[in-house]
């Protein structure tokens, strides 16, 4: 007769290790739940961490992107703001969607005098589709928001619509064939691989390359795109 023996996976690290992940489980979910959607008391204080937490991945983004002077720039998910400002500042028309109320309000503070100019528009967005017309678009950047796009195929297929012809993407993110660092809910940050987002782009037609930029972590990806002329 033979013996079925079930065999469980068993957590074998010190119980010091394992009684300290369980405890700060809570607090994982509520950042990663602030940073897909800044919202409440914590949204602010959030955003202007990631002011400085983000700062060189985003003009490491800026520099790869190079905007021109006088393009018209979309930036999906732009939390504080910082980035816009800097699109501006190399001479681009500026226009931003995030879902967050919170980052809306305080990205318009922090830009006040830019959107009383007209170079820079904000916009209260609901994740997946773009309140902008077709063919408005030079570029569109999004960095570490892929994660928290409830359907990513749809909203690359509305950057495809918005941009113009020979525009240009990139999403910037964590690859998911890197570990996720454990301070990060992996319930909230979709497994998303540098394969995939290059697929999805792919199948919306567009020209699709990987560029690395000097200075910034291996575990973070740069996946640029091209739409067809």
């Known amino acids: 007769m033979s013996v079925l023996t079930r065999q469980c996976s068993l957590d074998r690290r010190p119980w010091p290790r394992r009684a300290l992940s369980i405890a700060t489980r809570p607090l994982s979910r509520y950042l990663s739940e602030q940073a897909a959607h800044p919202h409440g008391l914590g949204g602010p204080l959030i955003g202007r961490l990631w002011v400085k937490e983000t700062a060189k991945t985003n003009d490491a983004a800026i520099d790869l992107l190079a905007p021109g002077h006088g393009e018209d720039i979309l930036e999906i998910g732009f939390g504080p703001g910082r980035t816009l400002g800097l699109l501006v500042e190399r001479g681009a028309r500026a226009t931003g969607v995030d879902v967050s109320e919170a980052m809306v309000r305080l990205a318009e503070r922090r830009n006040s005098e830019l959107i009383r100019t007209g170079t820079l528009t904000l916009h209260h967005g609901e994740g997946v589709t773009l309140p902008l017309d077709d063919n408005t678009q030079d570029a569109v950047l999004s960095v570490h928001n892929l994660y928290f796009w409830p359907k990513p195929e749809a909203t690359i297929a509305e950057i495809a619509r918005v941009l113009r012809p020979g525009g240009r993407i990139l999403l910037v993110f964590r690859g998911r064939e890197h570990p996720l660092p454990n301070r990060l809910d992996p319930t909230v940050y979709q497994d998303v691989t ?36």
Do not use: H, I, K, Y
Not at 205 to 214: K, L, S
């Open 194 to 229: 540098t394969d995939q987002c290059r697929a999805w782009l792919a199948s919306a037609g567009f020209e699709v390359q990987a560029n690395t930029p000097d200075g910034v972590p291996p575990e973070v990806s740069f996946v640029r795109a091209t739409c067809s002329p």
